[in-house]
């Protein structure tokens, strides 16, 4: 008696995930080579190691996950790690991970891009305002640079805003509001003067903008979710490029670490878009939520002297 096996299916390569395998590969090169050669390495950044390049690729990856689930960016999540627990200075904490979601943005976008989730109108509109207020919120950067501890102050008051916001869909609001359609309805200046404000706190703070795109849209202009997550990580891309490339060309990047955190983010984007229906959003956002009112406190207390672990 002889019992026939059934093959197990390959899981083969789509046509859609070559150019982001492309991507990575050559932001994986890049990386390798910038590590290589200490090219971009910034001032009072120590040398990456195995052991550090090992946890930046981690914290990339946490971050993307954690974009592909909720529809961040991930700079919420890798600005603190890498100020507090690694030791890099604020203003090139901030320059960095702004750098970094230039790759995550491209990656979601490019996805959401595929699937025409994106409101060309609606992006239009709010990159053109949050590339003005990119501009602005840079110049303000290079004020505040010289002054570590406001500038801390200011990053603890703006993650005030994604904490509250997650805590509050976590635990009063389990899930968004269910809206139909695939565009975006409102007035075209309300969103440029949106994207702009967007734009100055992308600039100052180095925070991609998903954090207060996605609520921004859903509750201020009726979005649908799905076109609302699009639409914000097309946006992403002009700020984020924009501002991280100031941010680059001012000396506030470090180019091996941004490089590397990308790399794990652009994984990380792509798991997380994988798995979302395994898991709940409102427990995703209410444990980060937390985290994030953690980060905000700890920001504001150092102003004041106070160090809390």
């Known amino acids: 008696m002889t019992v026939k096996t059934i093959p197990r299916e390959r899981k083969q390569i789509t046509r859609e995930q070559i150019p982001i395998i492309i991507f990575l590969l050559i932001i994986a090169a890049l990386a390798v080579w910038a590590i290589s050669t200490g090219t971009g390495t910034a001032p009072g950044v120590a040398p990456i190691d195995l052991a550090k390049g090992t946890i930046l690729i981690v914290v990339g990856f946490l971050a993307g996950l954690l974009g592909g689930l909720i529809g961040t960016g991930g700079c919420s999540v890798m600005l603190p790690i890498i100020h507090f627990w690694m030791g890099y200075p604020a203003t090139i904490a901030v320059g960095t991970t702004l750098f970094a979601v230039i790759f995550t943005a491209l ?36 004020l505040l640079s010289s002054q570590a501890k406001l500038l801390g102050l200011i990053l603890g008051l703006i993650f005030l805003w994604p904490a509250f916001r997650m805590i509050y869909e976590g635990v009063v609001q389990r899930s968004l509001p269910k ?83 990308a790399a794990g983010t652009i994984v990380g984007a792509q798991v997380g878009a994988a798995i979302i229906k395994r898991f709940k959003p409102a427990t995703l956002k209410l444990i980060f939520g937390v985290y994030f009112l953690y980060v905000s406190i700890k920001f504001v207390t150092a102003f004041f002297g106070i160090q809390i672990w």
């Not at 207060?212 to 509750?219: D, H």
């Not at 639409?231 to 990047?253: C, D, E, N, R, Y």
């Open 107 to 142: 990656s979601g976008g490019y996805g959401h891009l595929l699937r025409r989730n994106v409101d060309v109108r609606a992006f239009l509109r709010l990159g053109g305002g949050g590339i003005a207020g990119v501009l602005l919120g840079s110049w303000l950067f290079t």
């Open 179 to 261: 809206r139909e359609g695939s565009v975006i309805q409102g007035s075209g200046w309300k969103m440029a003067v949106f994207g702009c404000i967007v734009g100055i706190a992308t600039g100052i703070a180095g925070v991609g903008g998903g954090y207060a795109l996605v609520p921004g849209l859903i509750y201020l202009f009726g979005a649908p979710v799905y076109i609302t997550m699009g639409t914000s990580l097309a946006t992403m891309i002009p700020l984020a490029a924009v501002g991280g490339v100031i941010k680059l060309i001012q000396g506030f990047v470090d180019l091996p670490t941004g490089l590397l955190l």
